[in-house]
Nanobody, 126 residues
Framework: VQLQASGGGLVQAGGYLRLSCVAS????????MGWFRQAPGKEREFVAV????????YYADSVKGRFTISRDNAKSTVYLQMNSLKPEDTAVYYC????????????????????WGRGTQVTVSS
């Protein structure tokens, strides 16, 4: 499946952005979808994941309560609503697919995600 993320930009601390990731190529609804991010000089880190139906989701502690992942299978799109943004949220954000829903620690391993989009830059100024 091909993934294309968009919606990044420059925002002040405390602001918000909504990222989108459109998938094409196969049945979107058969994939669990995740968001990762990578800041300069740091490893790629898990942000959030959502189940096939959208009924279950899981977040990294660093974004819990501020970010919301959702999906629209009819539009083959997964979203990441990011509120109360902080300078430490600055990173390139990537969407990715995985075959099965994960349980907490399982979600963090990027090797378990098969397809990756090109990423969209989010910059939060202080």
């Amino acid at each position: 499946v091909q993934l294309q993320a968009s919606g990044g930009g420059l925002v002040q601390a405390g602001g918000y952005l909504r990222l989108s990731c459109v998938a094409s190529g196969r049945t979107f609804g058969s994939y669990v979808m995740g968001w990762f991010r990578q800041a300069p000089g740091k490893e790629r880190e898990f942000v959030a994941v959502i189940s096939w139906s959208g009924g279950s989701s899981y977040y990294a502690d660093s974004v819990k309560g501020r970010f919301t992942i959702s999906r629209d299978n009819a539009k083959s799109t997964v979203y990441l609503q990011m509120n109360s943004l902080k300078p430490e949220d600055t990173a390139v954000y990537y969407c990715a697919t995985r075959r099965y829903y994960c349980s907490e620690a399982e979600c963090y391993n990027s090797r378990d995600y098969a397809d990756w989009g090109r990423g969209t830059q989010v910059t939060v100024s202080s």
